[in-house]
């Protein structure tokens, strides 16, 4: 049997509170319709005096760039292609901040989504303390784990 409840209202959208006033934020993987773009949005409704925002996909980055900087002024919106598995780039993207007095605020939303080959080469050798090998398939370190007897975790 299921329970029916009185169907609640919608709140309101909570108005920004100046939390983030006069801040700088950076916001990675923030093109587009996701979390990023909901986190730098919610940061210039929160007051931050300026936002940073990176993406890999050129097109969407300058898409929302130009959709915050018309809601919310040119001045408080920045916007700069970065790849964070790139150091190089990763500095590039602070050295924006910096212009604007350093960064206060980052969110690192970027991901490695569908990246299980570096997750499991990066648990072998971070994790179980095996070196890493070019061309090994990495599922063998787990393979050779589980042959071994060990048990999960890699405890004694």
Known sequence: MTSMRPEQPTPDYVPGHDLLAGKVVVVTAAAGAGIGAAVARRALEEGANMVVISDTHERRLAESQESLAAEFGEERVR???????????????????????????????????????????????????????????????????????APAGGAA
């Open 79 to 149: 916007a700069l292609a970065a790849d964070v598995t790139d150091e190089a780039q990763v500095q590039a993207l602070l050295d924006v901040a910096d212009e604007h007095g350093g960064v206060d605020v980052m969110i690192n939303n970027a991901g490695l989504g569908g990246t299980e080959e570096i997750m499991k080469n990066i648990l072998a050798e971070r994790v179980l303390g095996l070196p890493k090998e070019p061309g090994v398939d990495p599922d063998t370190p787990f393979r050779e784990l589980r042959r071994s007897g």
